[in-house]
Every structure is written in structure tokens, then in C-alpha cells.
């Protein structure tokens, strides 16, 4: 069997923590939509990738006691931009050779959002649901992958991205801090696709907090 990790990092800008205790009523909103497998070959919805992983921090944040976070259209296209160019460069990162958005503080500025805090969380996770479990590959042709079950392994819809990115996030201090930032209102995130990774391909996600 093969383990297989996820890679993180986080970055922060004037980020600050308060908790407080867990709420028992939170839930996890329902995203019309993200139970569909993605499809990086045709057209991966960047708009979905955004509501699905905002419905996971808020389901953390409720936890915790902290307001949840609005959507932030140019904090999503950063974002998204900056995922792009991971997954074009191979490479997990914080900087970047794209114009104006070199380091997580270009990139909150270029987003138009206006702010005194902000901060990026990054990562990058596979295709299939693989992450973090032992498997086999069954065919390697055809993206066939097992656990050690024996039962299939599907690639990820954007439901379960997001809920696997935002758990690894959560098991991370740093990453776990800027997420739970109350100085922080709105948030968007992004998703970029290697195809020429192993195991069929790789998502970076990144996403820019603001407040």
C-alpha cells in the first residue's frame, strides 16, 4: 500500500485568534451542486470550488464561535489566479511570477477588497481521495485506485475538496488561526489542476482572507 500526504502552508498579514467555546446548533450549510465530481479536463467551477469550501470554514467558524465570513468576488479571482499558477509552476508557494501579485499581500491588494487585515492559506491535495489513506493502484491507465478495502476510490467532487482541504487546514495551527481570525469578514478561494502529477493529477487550492 501506498500513503499518501497533503502538502500545506499558510501565511498570514496582521492575523489575530480569539476563540470561543463550540457551538452544538452549527451545521454545515448544503452547496446546491457540489456533489458533482470534478472534471479538470472540461471546466473546473471556480464559483462552486468558492461556495463549497466558504460553507466548510463557516461550519468551523460557527464551531468556534466566531461570525462567519462573506464571499468576496476579487478575493476569488486572486485567488484563483494564484492557484493557476501553482498548478502551472508545480509549485506549492506563497510567491509568485505573476504580474502585481508577487506575495499574499499583492495579491489581497489586487483584489480590490479593501482591508486592514489579511491573510493566504495554501495547500495541495490529489485528484482521487486518496489523501491521507493507504491504497493500491489497480489500474494505473485508467485512474484505478483502491483502498485497503478493496473498494474504489472516486476522485473528489467539490463537496469533499472541500471538506478535505479545510479539515487538513484545520489540523494546522497556522492554517487554523487565519481561518478562525475574527479581525477577518470575507474570504475567497481558488482551485488549480496539474494533470502531470502523479496519481492522475494534483489540486492547488489557495485562498486570501480580508478584513
Not at 45 to 71: M, W
Not at 157 to 184: C, E, F, G, P, Q
Request: glycine share 10%.
Amino acid at each position: 500500500m501506498i500513503p499518501r500526504a497533503v502538502k500545506l502552508l499558510a501565511a498570514g498579514i496582521l492575523a489575530g485568534l480569539t476563540l470561543v467555546g463550540a457551538a452544538d446548533a452549527c451545521s454545515r450549510p448544503t452547496v446546491r451542486g457540489a456533489d458533482a465530481a470534478i472534471r479538470p479536463e472540461e471546466r473546473i467551477d471556480q464559483a462552486l470550488v468558492d461556495a463549497a469550501i466558504l460553507a466548510e470554514l463557516n461550519y468551523h467558524r460557527c464551531k468556534a464561535g466566531v461570525p462567519a465570513l462573506a464571499d468576496a468576488q476579487g478575493l476569488r479571482k486572486v485567488a484563483g489566479q494564484h492557484a493557476k499558477w501553482m498548478a502551472k509552476a508545480r509549485a506549492l508557494s506563497h510567491k509568485s511570477q505573476t504580474p502585481g501579485q508577487a506575495n499574499t499581500l499583492a495579491r489581497i491588494k489586487a483584489s480590490g477588497v479593501r482591508f486592514r487585515a489579511g491573510s493566504e492559506n495554501i495547500g495541495q491535495i490529489a485528484r482521487f481521495q486518496i489523501d491521507g489513506k493507504s491504497f493500491r493502484i489497480a489500474d494505473g491507465a485508467s485512474c484505478g485506485f483502491r483502498g485497503s478495502d478493496g473498494r474504489v476510490i472516486p476522485p473528489h467532487t467539490y463537496a469533499t475538496l472541500a471538506r478535505t482541504i479545510v479539515t487538513y487546514w484545520m489540523a494546522s495551527a497556522d492554517h487554523r488561526r487565519n481561518i478562525l481570525d475574527r479581525k477577518v469578514t470575507r474570504v475567497g478561494s481558488g482551485v488549480g489542476f496539474d494533470g502531470k502529477a502523479p496519481y492522475c493529477g494534483n489540486y492547488y487550492v489557495s485562498q486570501n482572507f480580508a478584513g
